[in-house]
């Protein structure tokens, strides 16, 4: 299900499948290219920017690599209509039976031996889910019965998704006429924002709408020194062919002095409404979950970064100059991997140093491989109860530090360099790739190889 959104946020074609638990469309830099485009999780190769709380079907943790593509166009083909290997053209195809299911037992933490289906991913989410189910039709109770504002709104955020739903459903019409009723009387900016993004995941081309009520200029009134509202702004007047209403709303965006869509502190607002004997099982599984609804549903200030700083634009002057100070607020405020990532995609563009960007690129890498190497998740065994505590840990330090905090703070932990760490992320993205393409060529029929 690709979700394409056209209502008062603009374009935002963010997408997740809770039954894969693969996030989809993430903007990522190119590593040789310095370019920016969409990914979809689906690709057999994996490589991602952010921390992705899920595993394919041979239980790795998934990662979306990055395709070749201009900065200023966003590519929201799926990646299986993009894959590198050959494709095997229809009369070719060799037809074969159904291979028949073959189940094993998997350690589930406080459960034992779990049954499922033999290296399908998908059973054994399915599993953990079922075995979470009552506790998360608890905790969302709690959290829309909640005094605290932000709790209540996370709530209307996470209903349905994290008590059962196999894909990501837009908000229903009593959703989002409770979320805008609460956003309507707050000068809180990340309840506004909570609501914004659960009418975004609806589109509200439909004028009778109830989310017709917010709007981001709204947002940029009660979070003045935000880039994130700034940003969407800024896409919405270039959807309009506005280019002085865009040129004006991205200057107000390159002279902030934060930059925060609020969504990785969904599960943060969340955390203290959580059942008091909730298990480190459900603790941790309710943390993958809202990590996923959150990448889905999360505003596009992102792509509309990358957009105005494309190569081109970057040209001009002043376009250059606003450019180098939102790199700058990205790479020392950004709260998590991607934007630490695009901020270095547009320091390559806006000209900073070799030896800068080197450094910087360097350090993502080391971040990435202490996500890759199993620090934050166990790739066999990832409901065990050793799993599922070094994954609540890491949640805790994340929502005490953020990610790109709690991932440094790993990375400190670990006794390694950077550049040694970097050099592992280096070999460790070969060997997937080598795999990929092994994997890639070995499922072709004899006759089309």
Not at 1 to 15: A, C, E, P, Q
Not at 211 to 231: F, H
Not at 363 to 370: K, Q, T
């Amino acid at each position: 299900m690709h979700r394409r959104n056209d209502g008062i946020l603009g374009d935002s074609h963010n997408r997740i499948d809770h039954e894969s638990g693969y996030h989809a469309s993430r903007l990522l830099e190119d590593e040789k290219q310095g370019t920016l485009a969409t990914y979809d999780a689906e690709d057999p190769v994996c490589l991602c920017s952010r921390i992705v709380d899920r595993r394919d079907s041979g239980g790795r943790l998934c990662f979306t690599q990055a395709p070749e593509g201009p900065a200023s166009r966003i590519d929201a083909t799926p990646m299986s209509m993009r894959a590198t290997s050959p494709r095997v053209s229809a009369p070719n195809r060799i037809r074969t039976s159904p291979t028949p299911k073959i189940s094993e037992t998997v350690a589930v933490c406080g459960y034992g031996d779990v049954p499922v289906e033999k290296g399908d991913a998908v059973s054994l989410f399915r599993a953990v889910r079922s075995l979470t189910k009552g506790a998360a039709t608890s905790w969302v109770s709690n959290l829309q019965n909640s005094d605290d504002l932000r709790a209540r709104m996370a709530g209307l955020l996470l209903e349905d998704r994290v008590t059962g739903g196999e894909a990501l459903q837009p908000a229903s019409e009593r959703t989002q006429n409770e979320a805008v009723q609460l956003a309507a009387g707050t000068r809180d900016p990340a309840v506004y924002a909570m609501a914004l993004a659960i009418c975004d995941s609806t589109g509200t081309a439909d004028a009778a709408s109830p989310c017709r009520r917010l709007s981001i200029q709204q947002w940029t009134q009660l979070d003045p020194d935000n880039a994130a509202p700034w940003l969407l702004l800024a896409g919405r007047a270039l959807a309009n062919h506005d280019s002085s209403a865009e040129a004006e709303a991205f200057s107000h965006a390159a002279g902030a002095h934060r930059i925060d869509s609020y969504s990785d502190s969904v599960f943060a607002f969340a955390e203290p409404e959580l059942p008091a004997d909730v298990t480190p099982l459900a603790r941790a599984y309710f943390a993958t979950e809202v990590n996923g609804v959150t990448m889905a549903t999360e505003l596009s200030q992102i792509t509309i970064a990358g957009q105005y700083c494309s190569s081109e634009h970057v040209k001009d002057s002043s376009v250059r100059q606003q450019c180098d100070s939102l790199a700058e607020l990205l790479v020392s405020e950004g709260n998590n991997l991607l934007d630490l990532g695009l901020g270095t995609a547009i320091g390559a563009r806006v000209g900073w140093s070799a030896s800068r960007l080197n450094s910087l690129r360097l350090e993502r890498h080391a971040l990435m491989e202490m996500v890759m190497q199993g620090g934050v998740l166990d790739s066999s065994e990832p409901w065990s109860c050793e799993a599922v505590g070094r994954a609540d840990a890491y949640t805790m330090q994340r929502m005490r530090l953020g990610e790109l905090g709690a991932l440094r703070e790993l990375l400190e932990h670990s006794g390694e360099s950077i550049d040694a760490m970097a050099e592992k992320y280096t070999q460790h993205m070969d060997s997937i790739r080598d795999a990929a393409l092994r994997q890639a060529q070995e499922s072709q029929p004899p006759m089309s190889r």
